[in-house]
C-alpha cells in the first residue's frame, strides 16, 4: 500500500466509530410458543415465515417481508418468561418508509386480539406506536419525519414525547391499497431500544467500543445513539431495570444486529474490541461479542440472508 494508500483509507474510514452507512439488520427473539409467534408477527405485522432450520432441541425460524430477514424466533423449550426487570429487550423498532405503510401495519396490529396496545406518540424526529407480543416483547412501529425536520440542541437531537391519537392518525392515513399490499409493502429494523443496568456501562459499550455515536443525553433515565447522524440505531434505559446484573437465562432477547458496509469496518471494530479486552467470535463476514449484561451483539457486513441468519 502506498502512502496515498493510507491517507485515503484514514479519510474514509474512522477507526473510532462506525461507518455512516451502517443500520440495524433482524432482531433475534428466543420464544416458547414458536407456532403462536409466528402467528401473531404474521397477523399483526404480516411477517412471512422464509427459512426453517432445526438446531438440537432448538428450532430456528426466520419471518421478513419478501426476502428481506426482519425477525428470528429460536424456539427454546423450557425457559422462564421475560422478566421486565432485567437487561434485555425494552422494544425492537420496525420502520416503515411512508405514513400509509405504518397505518396499515398499526391497523393490522391492533386487531389482532393477542396485541396489548401500550401508546403512541410523536417523538418530533418520528412517529410511533407501540405494542407488547404475547410473550412480553416490546414492539414500536414507526416511520421518520424529514432530517430536514430534525432540530438540535448543544449536539442533541430533540426528541420529545408527545401524545399523537391512535384513531386521528388511522383516519388521516389508512388506505385499503396498503393493508392489501400486506409483504409488498418493505420493512425493516430500523432501531432497538434495550433495557440496561447502568447507563455508563453501556454508553462505554455501545459508543466506546461499538462505535456508535451519542445523538442524545440529556433524556431522563436514557441514551440514544446512531451511525451517520441517525436519530438512533440504538436506545438504553433504566426505566425498569436500573442495578440489573449479568441476564439470566430467559425468553426474549437473543441478538442485536448491526450490519456495516465491509470487512474494513469488521477490522477496526475488532481492533476497538481487543483494546477493551472484550472477547469475541470474528469468522470473517461477522463478529459477534456480549454487552456487559450478556446481551448478544452481532456485527456483519452486508448479504446476509435467511440460510446465513439461521448459521448465528
Do not use: C
Amino acid at each position: 500500500m502506498t502512502a496515498t494508500d493510507g491517507i485515503l483509507r484514514s479519510v474514509a474510514t474512522d477507526e473510532r466509530v462506525l461507518d455512516a452507512g451502517t443500520s440495524m439488520d433482524a432482531v433475534t427473539l428466543r420464544v416458547g410458543d414458536l407456532e403462536t409467534m409466528t402467528s401473531y408477527y404474521g397477523n399483526a405485522l404480516v411477517l412471512e415465515p422464509i427459512a426453517e432450520r432445526p438446531r438440537g432441541r432448538e428450532v430456528h425460524r426466520v419471518l421478513g417481508r419478501g426476502a428481506v430477514p426482519m425477525l428470528r424466533l429460536i424456539h427454546t423449550p423450557g425457559l422462564p418468561p421475560v422478566d421486565p426487570r432485567q437487561a434485555g429487550l425494552y422494544h425492537t423498532a420496525f420502520l416503515f418508509e411512508n405514513a400509509e405503510d405504518l397505518a396499515a401495519t398499526v391497523y393490522r396490529a391492533a386487531l389482532e386480539p393477542r396485541s396489548r396496545f401500550v401508546g403512541s406518540a410523536d417523538h418530533l424526529v418520528s412517529e410511533a406506536f407501540y405494542f407488547t407480543d404475547p410473550e412480553g416483547n416490546g414492539i414500536e412501529l414507526y416511520t421518520d419525519r424529514d432530517r430536514s425536520e430534525w432540530r438540535y440542541d448543544n449536539g442533541n437531537v430533540r426528541m420529545d414525547t408527545i401524545f399523537l391519537d391512535p384513531n386521528t392518525y388511522l383516519r388521516d392515513h389508512l388506505t385499503q391499497e396498503a393493508v392489501d399490499a400486506g409483504t409488498a409493502r418493505a420493512g425493516r429494523v430500523g432501531h432497538v431500544h434495550l433495557q440496561v443496568g447502568d447507563l455508563a456501562a453501556a454508553r462505554d459499550f455501545y459508543v466506546g467500543v461499538i462505535g456508535f455515536e451519542k445523538t442524545l443525553d440529556t433524556y431522563p433515565g436514557a441514551l440514544f445513539a446512531s451511525a451517520g447522524g441517525y436519530h438512533h440505531h440504538v436506545a438504553m434505559n433504566t426505566w425498569q431495570s436500573r442495578g440489573a446484573g449479568p441476564r439470566a437465562a430467559s425468553l426474549g432477547l437473543g441478538d442485536v444486529a448491526i450490519m456495516v458496509p465491509g470487512r474494513d469496518d469488521l477490522d477496526a471494530l475488532v481492533g476497538r474490541l481487543r483494546r477493551a479486552g472484550i472477547e469475541f467470535v470474528d469468522d470473517g463476514r461477522a463478529v459477534v461479542a456480549e454487552d456487559p449484561w450478556g446481551t448478544q451483539v452481532t456485527v456483519a457486513v452486508p448479504g446476509t440472508d435467511a440460510d446465513e441468519l439461521l448459521d448465528r
